[in-house]
T-cell receptor, first 115, second 114 residues
Framework: DQQVKQNSPSLSVQEGRISILNCDYT??????FLWYKKYPAEGPTFLIS?????DKNEDGRFTVFLNKSAKHLSLHIVPSQPGDSAVYFC??????????????FGQGTRLTINP | KAGVTQTPRYLIKTRGQQVTLSCSPI?????VSWYQQTPGQGLQFLFE???????NKGNFPGRFSGRQFSNSRSEMNVSTLELGDSALYLC?????????????FGPGTRLTVT
């Protein structure tokens, strides 16, 4: 049972345009959501997170939107740059005790920014 | 502030051996999690430690174990290695800041079992 799904394995966007990466989840108990960027042979790089009490969080070029009723989150990158080309993972976590989390990751979306 | 560090970066072992991987979290982070990444299964949660106690555990056999020391450094041990244990093992340290949860990954240890 895949609780976190990224249905698009790849996405190609023109440099300077907006990149929108999508993620769906099934467990309504998730209360934290995170986005990561990953280059080959490296660990994931944390980008941005959002709590379930919010519906939007912004950090520079990155904005995450959360739609709890649809169990959907998205990452917007504006403007897209060639260095953004990487695999993007969304992750969802459920607070258990004392801030404990058990993150579940999607399968990733490969973003390619074309010059 | 230094990031999450993992040692060694690369490791080659043979079936049946055991291996210990090490992780040093970001200074001030008390939670350390371990993940296994493989091409077929993606990123899978192994376990999480906080203040030297295992708080969460993923669906991995008992051959996978870990511990955390008083300085928050953590080790992961895999005994009786199998070919399927070949993977990138990632350590992450995390912190809650206000309403935001942030988890940062190390570069990983690439384990190859032959």
């Amino acid at each position: 049972d895949q609780q976190v799904k990224q249905n698009s394995p790849s996405l190609s966007v023109q440099e300077g345009r907006i990149s929108i990466l999508n993620c769906d989840y099934t467990n309504s108990m998730f209360d934290y959501f995170l986005w990561y960027k990953k280059y080959p042979a490296e660990g994931p790089t944390f980008l941005i997170s959002i709590s379930s009490i919010k519906d939007k969080n912004e950090d520079g070029r990155f904005t995450v939107f959360l739609n709890k009723s649809a169990k959907h989150l998205s990452l917007h990158i504006v403007p897209s740059q060639p260095g953004d080309s990487a695999v993007y993972f969304c992750a969802a976590g459920r607070t258990i005790i004392q801030g404990a989390q058990k993150l579940v990751f999607g399968q990733g979306t490969r973003l390619t920014i074309n010059p | 502030k230094a990031g999450v560090t993992q040692t060694p970066r690369y490791l080659i072992k043979t079936r049946g051996q055991q291996v210990t991987l090490s992780c040093s979290p970001i200074s001030g982070h008390r939670s350390v999690s371990w993940y296994q990444q493989t091409p077929g299964q993606g990123l899978q949660f192994l376990f999480e430690y906080f203040s030297e106690t295992q708080r969460n555990k993923g669906n991995f056999p008992g051959r996978f174990s870990g511990r955390q020391f008083s300085n928050s450094r953590s080790e992961m041990n895999v005994s009786t290695l199998e070919l399927g244990d070949s993977a990138l093992y990632l350590c992450a340290s995390s912190v809650i800041s206000g309403t935001l949860y942030e988890q940062y990954f190390g570069p990983g240890t690439r384990l190859t079992v032959t």
